[in-house]
């Protein structure tokens, strides 16, 4: 089912041109127009998504993810195929609830994972992927593509990601319809990985208040308290940046598989062509051997002593070489504005047990609740 996934499928030519379409759009430079187009997509959903929070009741545990994957969702389906849908929207809300119901299962390492001869045993639980994997497709197509093809001008410039594709499946005798299909729900997709590790940050600062403190302070700073926290705030807020990589150093989820091109040896182990090969990054993550005290939530770690974000080379949360993580910008950018608004407005307790597994980002698609308590002023 996942295999024609672009995170997935064999490298090839075709994985290649998959690649180079979305590279321009999901990996934005700082100074480019598409950097800005990310920028207004995500304030712009920011007034959505705090006009929602306002609609939780204070002081009482709540239901905060289903909200913050709707921002997420809406912030890629507006920056890659111009559309947003409300939050009260059925098809939207179940659609964003099988998005993430497939981001923890296949987050949960299943013996079938890697061990593909025991298929029949999982025969129930790949009927349940595909099912949702089904209902999202259909979504995309009714709701977005079909929309995009009655609109789409040949002769101007693509409006936005979805355009792209549908370009090029005209002047590609190589792509089809799957393989467009596939890469707008694996990018789309994206938002649950995003919605996820705000939700694993919020546990982390929860457990450690001068955390949270100490970003409310950055966002104090920067804003005065007059405006919403932007990209372009990032550089002015090196904490609130390192929060979130040191999330994801403890996190530590797992990589996608590598598959050697030619026979090599990796430490004096033969490696045979073919062969399926999985980065430890958990040790990466939290092993003494490259950490100091890796069993604490310490987002200093990764400032320099000039208070600058500073990572080492063996941090490699978004994978390395080819088949590195291309929607990471995006990871990167949307993660921090939503995290920023949150502790910008709010004072965040646990609200039911937080008990985060280790070694994962994703959390359940029901997790604990929070408590949200406005802030009155600029401490």
């Given at each position: 089912?996942?295999?024609?996934?672009?995170a997935?499928?064999?490298?090839?030519?075709?994985?290649?041109?998959?690649r180079?379409?979305?590279?321009?759009?999901?990996?934005?430079?700082?100074?480019?127009?598409?950097?800005?187009?990310?920028?207004?997509?995500?304030?712009?959903?920011?007034?959505?998504?705090?006009?929602?929070?306002?609609?939780?009741?204070?002081?009482?545990?709540?239901?905060?993810?289903?909200?913050?994957?709707?921002?997420?969702?809406?912030?890629?389906?507006?920056?890659?195929?111009?559309?947003?849908?409300?939050?009260?929207?059925?098809?939207?809300k179940?659609?964003?609830?099988?998005?993430?119901?497939?981001?923890?299962?296949?987050?949960?390492?299943?013996?079938?994972?890697?061990?593909?001869?025991?298929?029949?045993?999982?025969?129930?639980?790949?009927?349940?992927?595909?099912?949702?994997?089904?209902?999202?497709?259909?979504?995309?197509?009714?709701?977005?593509?079909?929309?995009?093809?009655?609109?789409?001008?040949?002769?101007?410039?693509?409006?936005?990601?979805?355009?792209?594709?549908?370009?090029?499946?005209?002047?590609?005798?190589?792509?089809?319809?799957?393989?467009?299909?596939?890469?707008?729900?694996?990018?789309?997709?994206?938002?649950?990985?995003?919605?996820?590790?705000?939700?694993?940050t919020?546990?982390?600062?929860?457990?450690?208040?001068?955390?949270?403190?100490?970003?409310?302070?950055?966002?104090?700073?920067?804003?005065?308290?007059?405006?919403?926290?932007?990209?372009?705030?990032?550089?002015?807020?090196?904490?609130?940046?390192?929060?979130?990589?040191?999330t994801?150093?403890?996190?530590?989820?797992?990589?996608?598989?590598?598959?050697?091109?030619?026979?090599?040896?990796?430490?004096?182990?033969?490696?045979?062509?073919?062969?399926?090969?999985?980065?430890?990054?958990?040790?990466?993550?939290?092993?003494?051997?490259?950490?100091?005290?890796?069993?604490?939530?310490?987002?200093?770690?990764?400032?320099?002593?000039?208070?600058?974000?500073?990572?080492?080379?063996?941090f490699?949360?978004?994978?390395?070489?080819?088949?590195?993580?291309?929607?990471?910008?995006?990871?990167?950018?949307?993660?921090?504005?939503?995290?920023?608004?949150?502790?910008?407005?709010?004072d965040?307790?646990?609200?039911?047990?937080?008990?985060?597994?280790?070694?994962?980002?994703?959390?359940?698609?029901?997790?604990?609740?929070?408590?949200?308590?406005?802030?009155?002023?600029?401490?």
């Amino acid at each position: 089912m996942f295999v024609s996934a672009l995170a997935l499928c064999d490298w090839s030519s075709l994985q290649k041109t998959r690649r180079s379409i979305a590279r321009t759009y999901c990996s934005p430079r700082f100074t480019s127009l598409q950097y800005d187009k990310v920028n207004t997509v995500a304030t712009n959903e920011l007034t959505v998504f705090l006009a929602e929070l306002k609609k939780l009741p204070q002081n009482t545990p709540c239901d905060v993810k289903p909200i913050v994957l709707g921002a997420c969702a809406n912030m890629f389906t507006q920056y890659m195929c111009s559309t947003t849908f409300s939050y009260d929207d059925q098809e939207f809300k179940k659609t964003v609830r099988y998005f993430d119901e497939i981001f923890w299962e296949i987050n949960q390492g299943y013996a079938v994972d890697f061990l593909p001869w025991l298929l029949p045993i999982y025969q129930n639980h790949m009927k349940k992927l595909s099912h949702w994997a089904s209902e999202i497709r259909q979504f995309i197509l009714s709701k977005i593509i079909d929309r995009h093809r009655s609109t789409l001008d040949f002769n101007s410039p693509p409006r936005d990601f979805t355009d792209a594709l549908l370009m090029h499946l005209e002047e590609d005798p190589n792509m089809n319809w799957q393989h467009i299909i596939f890469e707008l729900e694996d990018f789309i997709g994206g938002h649950s990985a995003i919605g996820n590790l705000v939700m694993v940050t919020l546990a982390a600062v929860v457990k450690h208040p001068e955390v949270a403190k100490r970003i409310q302070q950055e966002v104090d700073a920067v804003t005065q308290g007059s405006r919403a926290p932007s990209l372009f705030d990032k550089v002015a807020m090196p904490y609130t940046e390192a929060t979130l990589w040191e999330t994801l150093r403890q996190a530590s989820s797992p990589i996608v598989p590598h598959v050697a091109t030619q026979d090599t040896e990796i430490s004096g182990y033969p490696i045979e062509k073919g062969t399926v090969i999985f980065i430890n990054n958990y040790e990466l993550n939290v092993g003494n051997e490259y950490w100091e005290e890796p069993d604490k939530f310490k987002p200093e770690r990764f400032l320099s002593h000039a208070g600058n974000v500073v990572k080492p080379a063996h941090f490699i949360p978004f994978s390395t070489g080819k088949r590195t993580c291309i929607g990471q910008r995006l990871v990167q950018c949307f993660s921090f504005v939503i995290l920023a608004t949150i502790l910008q407005h709010y004072d965040v307790k646990e609200g039911t047990n937080i008990d985060i597994k280790p070694g994962c980002v994703a959390v359940p698609p029901d997790p604990f609740k929070l408590i949200l308590t406005k802030r009155s002023e600029i401490k």
